[in-house]
């Protein structure tokens, strides 16, 4: 494959991880969802994931995936547990009265089950672009 697939795979990954960075801002500054004390930690992880990706696609580095993979999977996992307990109506679990009691949706999904969407497409984009490379 050529260098424009690659680059436009890290991109696909950058606009995941903006949007996902834009939203979780939306969510608390302008709807004013606290955030629970489980939703910052893939806050935390999908921040820098704008910034990785983004310089990734724009110099061709589709080793990016070394700095990429730690960073989403991490957050999946964090997301995958939070949506667990969300769905279970653990809601004590989530501290800080926060995402679990509040549900709010998005096109019937809750707002850990968005992040893990958004962690697992940056992943697959940069595993991906890495793939093509290989």
């Known amino acids: 494959m050529d260098r ?3 680059r436009r795979l890290l991109a696909f990954g950058t606009v995941v991880a903006a949007v ?7 969510f608390s500054e302008v709807m004013g969802l606290l ?8 806050r935390i992880l999908m921040y820098p994931l704008v910034v990785v990706l983004g310089v990734a ?5 589709t080793s990016a995936y070394r700095t990429v993979l730690p ?3 991490l957050g999946a996992g964090i997301a995958a547990y939070h949506s667990w307990l969300q769905a279970s109506g653990a809601s004590s679990s989530c501290s800080l009265g926060g995402c679990a009691s509040v549900q709010y949706r998005l096109a019937g999904l809750t707002i850990p089950n968005l992040a893990l969407i958004a962690f697992l497409l940056a992943s697959a984009a940069a595993l991906a672009a890495w ?3 290989w």
């Open 131 to 133: 793939r093509l490379e």
């Open 20 to 26: 996902a960075t834009a939203g979780s801002l939306y």
């Open 35 to 42: 955030p629970c004390e489980l939703c910052w930690y893939p």
């Open 4 to 6: 424009v697939t690659e």
């Open 57 to 61: 696609a724009l110099e061709g580095r």
């Open 71 to 73: 960073l989403s999977v």
